[in-house]
């Protein structure tokens, strides 16, 4: 389920309390006196058998007494009580029930977790939705229904706050009301045994109550809706996250470098980054954050210009600035020159731009001016530190005058208490952010800054194949497949660089010996150095167990081979030794050493990391995570989170690193994590990375089937014959029948994000125009868009959008390219340009959808509409979908009778005759 119902509970006109008392400080006490308190218009009715009235109104015995079904029921009563109310409040006909009771899951047992999905049982056939069990309750200000034990009753407000700990909503409600914030919606989810987070988003994303969304994350549960719902509702409004458990000291151990360094709260960032959320720590940055976002920034970058009349509080927000990565513009030779126009020759010449501690408004208002006309700078903070030369409000006034338009790349902060108050208000009601301390300011612009950048993150649909290389899929898919079937956890050194040359990811040469003897005639035959490694299923991090040595000529590999199948001996005892791996010495001098990585955590599935590499990898702890499918953009963003991206941009006489090659291996890594299920950890640690390309020195796969736990394992002793290592030039591992290969029909279902569902293409022929492709849209498609836009008549244009666009505004081409495919699909029909386009938009019970269709204007009649609109509605039916329908201006003749040739149901929308609703319902069967 997802919004079904949920208007029961946030839009309810009357409500039951079942287990209401007159207990003093008893949970059912206290929602009672909220309920009737809050002014909640509709009837309130108390159950509870003991008493005939509480709080002067009439109480009811059971359920059954009740004079009419309520549409939200909240429920305080034993658990063990709670399977059975629901159940008759279903069959009652209730749709919404809050359970307030604790006892659930919560406890950790068995009887806890059978009671609690018992609960779900009772509730599912009635498709009444439950919210709880173990939570405070709903508020929700605007229908003043305080369902909830909480302490305070909010004030009314744009936010919505959602969170798993009841906690945590009465410390917030606490803390907001004293400094005066409010709320539209506050909801405690518990156990979340049916309503969730994704469920929350969905509703809240179009709640015209909320301006805002907060959450409170413990734990996500149902990843892939989690981000479905969350993207779909950061397109529309801020959404900010906190995450409780940052450092996690039960994180799972790793056999993976990757799974070592990457904690489940970093995956957690990842996955918030993706959405488009913003994250933050703690509650005093929450609502700094929230005045921030509210303000509508314009700021499109992290380099900002520092305005003071206080030298001291100037370097201060500097230092800030820097600490949290951001970026001091660099002011150009033509800014310096006119703020040298206008400011005594005092002035700090430099940014931050010190206008000297005695500024008038005046002063204040041409060095603003200044630097808002800077290209250089992306956003302007103006500090102000209180004197009794200079008025404050009246340089606040000048910097509010000045900002005009450009007041969304303007924060503030006016220093000091009492002097400060009344700039203050003047900002906020000019809306712009202003902040009690420099510090403060710092952080509300890198707020913007991390914003921005979640927010082009979350318009990114990479394809789920990329155009920009060719790669041998099947061969990987035997590789894996085959290593599963024998019950290979870890794919040896062979298949390794067999998987990645498969997918394109340059390898150094390297060849398998079986003996000291075998692995010196290798070498001899490569004629170069090379680097010796110990070949073995059980031992994945060579270096520890003396299982590496590098350089080696030639003619020492054989004696290197003996004192090192000695060593790995003594150090690895229960390992069996396969051979050695003879690889190619590579000379990368001025080379980084990176890791590439990739592993899988329980909700979110696969994540890919990027860091600094080499033997102290953890100690160095610098990496980023991101989670799949990557594009080349998401892929260089990736890469510059880290503290490596600077070395590898250069720096004195090194060159830079080639970034595009970098960025694609991940994007071929990525590739790889969405094609193969059975591959759950992996890492490439070295690769080296330099002005001549990359390549991976050393590379580890695991690998598990559909039903195996997806946690590392430790090696165990095998008992079984040794193994014989392969020749150099051996034969691939024998491969299995196509039919035990996975379907290519399921690509990326593991992943949080649905990557471009390329199974979806389709040639097709149309008998007045030829063979022509049907496919899904793809970001790339903006260009392609715009000029199909260019070629529609205007009145087409108007048939389509209701309206007389002369041009589609950018944040309108990116919402038609760049779609989220678990909730919404567009085809385009195209032969080298887009003939033809159309859309369908699911509700999130994917119950109903409504679709679109546009035919370019100078192919119309030539059967596109037709073929577009009766894919649209085989994609419905096979989804599910049970209802499609559409909006059409009656005079779209063309449009109407189509609809009515294929099925449609056509009537005018009540209370606009001018529109015709057309409706076709999943045919039967």
Known sequence: MSIRNLDAIFRARSVALIGASTRPRSVGKVIADNLLAGGFPGPVMPVNPKYSSISGVLAYADIASLPVVPDLAVVCTPPATVPGLVAELGRRGVKGAVVITAGFKELGSAEGRALEQSILEAARPHLLRVIGPNCLGVISTSLRLNASFAHVQPAK????????????????????????????????????????????????????????????????????????????????????????????????????????????????????????????????????????????????????????????????????????????????????????????????????????????????????????????????????????????????????????????????????????????????????????????????????????????????????????????????????????????????????????????IPVARSAVAATPDEAEEVARRMGVPVALKIFSRQITHKSDVGGVVLDLAPGDVGSAAVAMARTVAAKAPHARIGGFVVQEMIRRSGAEELILGMSTESQFGPFILFGHGGKAVEVIDDKAIALPPLNVNLARDLISRTRVYRQLKGYRDRPPADLQALALVLVKLSQLVTDLDEVVELDINPLLADAQGVIALDARVRVAGQTEHSMPERAQPERAQPERAQPERAQPERALPERALPERNRRGQRLAIRPYPKTLEREENLPMLGKALLRPVRPEDEGRFLEFFERLSREDVRLRFFAALRSLPRAQLVRLTQIDYDREMAFVLERGEIMGAARIVADPDNLRAEFAVTVRSDLKGKGIGTLLLRRLLDYAWERGIAEVYGDVLAENTLMIALCRDLGFALSSLPGAAEIVRAVHKRPAG
Not at 214 to 231: G, P, Q, W
Not at 304 to 318: C, P, R
Request: proline letters at 4%; charged letters at 20%; one cysteine or more.
């Open 157 to 504: 407000g744009g936010v919505a706050f959602v969170t798993q700990s009841g906690a945590m909503a009465t410390t917030v409600l606490d803390w907001a009301t004293s400094r005066g914030i409010g709320f539209s919606h506050v909801v405690s989810l518990g156990d979340m045994t049916d309503v969730d987070f994704g469920d929350m988003l969905d509703y809240l994303a179009l709640d015209p109550d909320t301006t805002s969304i907060l959450l409170y994350v413990e734990a996500i549960t149902a990843a892939r809706k989690f981000m479905s719902a969350a993207r779909a509702a950061a397109r529309l409004k801020p959404v900010i996250a906190i995450k409780a458990g940052r450092h996690d000291a039960a994180a799972r151990a790793a056999a993976s470098h990757t799974g070592a360094l990457a904690g489940i709260d970093a995956v957690y960032s990842a996955a918030f980054r993706r959405a488009g959320m913003l994250r933050v720590n703690d509650l005093d940055e929450v609502f700094d954050a929230v005045e921030t976002l509210a303000a509508r920034s314009d700021v499109k970058g992290d380099r900002l210009a520092i305005l003071t009349n206080g030298g001291g509080v100037g370097v201060l927000a500097t230092d800030a600035l820097l600490d949290q990565g951001g970026q001091l513009a660099s002011l150009s030779a033509a800014t310096i020159a006119r703020l040298d126009a206008d400011l005594p020759p005092t002035w700090s010449h430099a940014n931050p731009v010190d206008i000297i501690g005695d500024a008038p408004p005046e002063r204040y208002a041409a060095a603003l001016a200044a630097v808002l006309a800077a290209p250089e700078a992306d956003a302007v903070l103006v500090l102000n530190c209180p004197t009794a030369i200079a008025s404050g409000v009246e340089a606040a006034r000048a910097v509010i005058k000045t900002a005009g338009d450009a007041k969304g790349r303007v924060l503030t902060s006016w220093l000091g208490s009492d002097a400060a108050a009344e700039s203050r208000r003047l900002f906020s009601a000019a809306g712009i952010p202003t902040y009690d301390t420099p510090d403060k300011a710092i952080r509300g612009f890198m707020h913007l800054v991390r914003y921005r950048r979640n927010q082009d993150s979350l318009i990114e649909a990479p394809p789920s194949i990329p155009s920009d290389f060719a790669y041998d899929e099947m061969a990987a898919r035997r590789i894996v497949a085959d290593a599963v079937a024998s019950g290979q956890s870890w794919l040896n050194e062979n298949q390794v660089n067999r998987l990645l040359v498969s997918y394109g």
